[in-house]
């Protein structure tokens, strides 16, 4: 399985909108500019995440984005879901049931073994997603990014906020 980028960008962006003072907010060509991303490709995938209720968007010329709710409360598999949708990863087709060797449907009393398997694994991917929290991700990031890049981060993000 392979996610789409967005979610990379997305998950980005509620880390960078979690750090934005309440009241205020920051625009979507800024968190564009910040990650070095294409604005309108991103842009949509902000929409996704304000139909989701996991950001808002505030109109206006001192309009932006904002997370919806607090940092803690947004799992990672909201986001994932909020850009990829909710569908399941793998959808079993059935292939065993063509071919030389298929039998009627109601032979096949069992579900296929490659389905099961598939499926177990995607529940724990979706649980352990379940489990992390975009503020997880921030303490991460609080320990792992270089002393230099967060005063530079710091500094634009204060020119930057609405």
Sequence with gaps: MQLGEGVEWALHC????????AGRTLSASRLAEYHGVPPAYLAKHLQSLAQAGI???VPGRKGGYR???????????EVVDAVE?????????????????????????SPCGIDVAMQRAEDAWRAELGRQTVNDVLV?????????A?????????EAVR
């Design 67 to 77: 997370l919806a709710r607090a940092a803690t409360d947004i799992t990672l598999l």
């Design 140 to 148: 991460h990031l609080s320990v792992s990014v270089s002393p230099v």
């Design 150 to 158: 967060v005063r530079k981060a710091a500094g634009w993000f204060q």
């Design 55 to 57: 950001v808002e968007s």
């Design 14 to 21: 509620c880390a960078v909108l979690s750090l934005v003072p």
């Design 85 to 109: 949708g909710t569908g399941p990863a793998f959808r079993c087709t059935e292939i065993r049931r063509r071919g030389p060797a298929r039998m009627a449907a109601s032979a096949y009393k």
